[in-house]
């Protein structure tokens, strides 16, 4: 973490002035970028709220090229909003520029940050206790697929190539098997067994984006309800926020990571697997109003591909937190050393709810079809 003062020298550079009422560190609860919120009153006493964020270099290993793409996505979003009466003030991130009309600052040691407005009045879901919760979050993402629909997918940078390519994830997984590096294997045999079992499933979405059968489009890519800005007057998702890895990708990622994260019955490190479950009646909010949003516009092979996607994004993110228990913790943030373990057994606790739920989920997919 920054210091307050680091924090100031930062700030200055986005030219924000007056004086620091708040400077909160540690804001958020994401595990790879490090988040700061920060309040300034002007000379006449008028406050002012900011986020400040640096970008992670092991996660991103070219940041300039991240904000290209995330000013980009959010230049075309506001132009969509305001285009359909819509607030692009709230409803998508406004970032500032520095002194040399740059999105990012380098500091002293070589690390990239940015800042952009903090929009009032909202909060965010850790866990979704109630459906309509997750059908406006899938809205909010249905809709960013909707709104870029038009935005040509190849003119934007792969920040993180092969980001959900579970064959490659796979292949990571078992490297850091073989190598077991700090003699973890033996504390997780049972996950390494679970995970192993079901390689041979790991192809099917990309084998079919390889196929050009699934399509590229502009994605999100991390589609957690905590990324999503609910409006505290109204309830509805206001604003889906943490762009970074907005990159080409399917539509089956977004609606895939949102189902992992929001119907799922506990927090992603929940350490009593009795209370991970897949919630259906969370899966049919979250597909209402994904599909509500941005069904009309995909094929009949990415409808079928969704289930896939909540499938395989479930078990990909489970492979990639086993991968990183397995060599020393060194991408996720963690908080103890079996945090990852703990959230890869949530994450194939899920995986083996949503083979138990296989043709319920099917049913539900199948009655959204249009
Ligand atoms: P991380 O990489 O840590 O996930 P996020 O960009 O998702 O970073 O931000 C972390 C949290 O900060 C969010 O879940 C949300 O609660 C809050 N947040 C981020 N940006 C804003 C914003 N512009 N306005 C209000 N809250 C925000
Ligand atoms: C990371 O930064 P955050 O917490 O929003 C990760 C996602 C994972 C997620 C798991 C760049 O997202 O891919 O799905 O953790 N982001 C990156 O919670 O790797
Ligand atoms: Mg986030």
Redesign the pocket.
């Known amino acids: 973490m920054p210091t307050e003062a680091q924090v100031r020298e930062i700030a200055a550079a986005f030219q924000i002035k007056g004086n620091f009422t708040e400077i909160a560190l540690g804001?958020?609860?994401?595990h790879?970028?490090s988040?700061c919120r920060l309040e300034v009153a002007d000379v006449a006493g008028k406050k002012s709220k900011y986020?400040l964020?640096r970008i992670n270099r092991n996660a991103f290993k070219d940041p300039v090229k991240v904000m290209d793409n995330v000013v980009h996505v959010t230049e075309h979003l506001r132009r969509k909003f305001a285009a359909t009466g819509r607030d692009p003030a709230r409803e998508t991130?406004t970032f500032l520029p520095t002194a040399d009309g740059l999105y990012y600052h380098i500091d002293t040691e070589g690390e990239y940050w940015r800042c952009?407005?903090?929009?009032d009045d909202?909060y965010?879901l850790q866990l979704v206790e109630n459906p309509e919760d997750l059908r406006e979050a899938g809205r909010a993402f249905g809709r960013f697929q909707r709104m870029l629909t038009d935005f040509p997918a190849k003119e934007l940078h792969d920040t993180i190539p092969n980001f959900h390519n579970t064959k490659l994830r796979i292949k990571a997984l078992e490297r850091a098997i073989y190598e077991d590096v700090i003699d973890r294997n033996m504390t997780c045999q049972a996950e390494i067994e679970f995970a192993s079992e079901r390689t041979p499933k790991g192809g099917w979405l990309v084998d079919r984006m390889e196929a050009g059968i699934l399509p590229q489009r502009v994605t999100h890519n991390d589609t957690k309800i905590?990324?999503v800005?609910f409006d505290c007057a109204t309830h509805e998702a206001l604003c889906v926020?943490?762009l970074d890895t907005v990159m080409p990708g399917l539509v089956a990622y977004d609606f895939g990571d949102g189902i992992r994260f929001g119907a799922s019955t506990a927090l992603e490190d929940e350490h009593d697997l009795d209370k991970v479950r897949l919630d259906l009646d969370l899966y049919r909010a979250f597909a209402e109003g994904f599909l509500g949003e941005c069904g009309e516009l995909i094929t009949e092979a990415e409808h079928e591909s969704l289930l896939y996607g909540a499938y395989l994004m479930t078990y990909t993110i489970g492979v990639r937190f086993l991968t990183d228990y397995l060599v020393g913790d060194v991408y996720f943030r963690t908080a103890y050393p079996k945090h990852n373990l703990v959230r890869a057994r949530t994450q194939f606790k899920l995986v083996a709810e949503i083979e138990r739920h296989w043709n319920e989920l099917e049913a539900i997919m199948e009655s959204l079809r249009k």
């Not at 952009?116 to 929009?119: F, K, L, S, T």
Request: cysteine-free.
């Open positions: 804001f958020g609860g994401g790879i970028n988040t986020i964020q991130l952009y407005d903090y929009v909202v965010t905590n990324n800005l926020i943490d």
